[in-house]
């Protein structure tokens, strides 16, 4: 006889149960029916949704523009701020430097200023519970496009005050 056991998360701070796109896509089919002219296949959806996350990541990349979360979910951008000192905890280390002189080497930014740049998620004007329990995670792909940009200089950021 099998019994049912609760598992124990695997890592701390790791979400267990995330809701993904299929989710959001079943609950999409659940608003609409199979005949309505709004229906999509899951790829068609997948694609849509894709095309757009691009879309908004590109805007707020390229064009340093905030993006406005619908349902009053806050607002997304970047911001660049300069560390008030420089100290081991607030500067990361430079693997590929350290490991060629034995020892660790911290960045320091020097190509932009010594600003530090980061993508902000507001949660000020966000009307959801338990909001500090969420957090934005964004891809490696929209870092390294970040580091890009910052490093070929075409785009400046508002400042965090």
Known sequence: MLEQVESKPKRKNVVQNPYNMRHIYNDYLGTIDINSPYYVTADEFYRICENYFKA????????????????????????????????????????????????????????????????????KSCMVVNKEYYRLVMSRSNKRLLAKVIKSGEVDYLERL
Do not use: Q
Not at 65 to 81: A, D, E, N, Q, S
């Open 56 to 123: 908004v990541c590109r805007a707020v990349i390229y064009e340093s523009k905030t993006y406005v979360l619908p349902f009053r979910l806050g607002h997304f951008t970047v911001m660049k701020k300069k560390p008030k000192l420089y100290t081991d905890h607030n500067l990361s280390i430079d693997w590929a430097e350290s490991k060629k002189y034995g020892k660790w080497i911290r960045h320091l930014n020097d190509h932009t200023g010594g600003f530090k740049f980061r993508f902000i998620w507001t949660k």
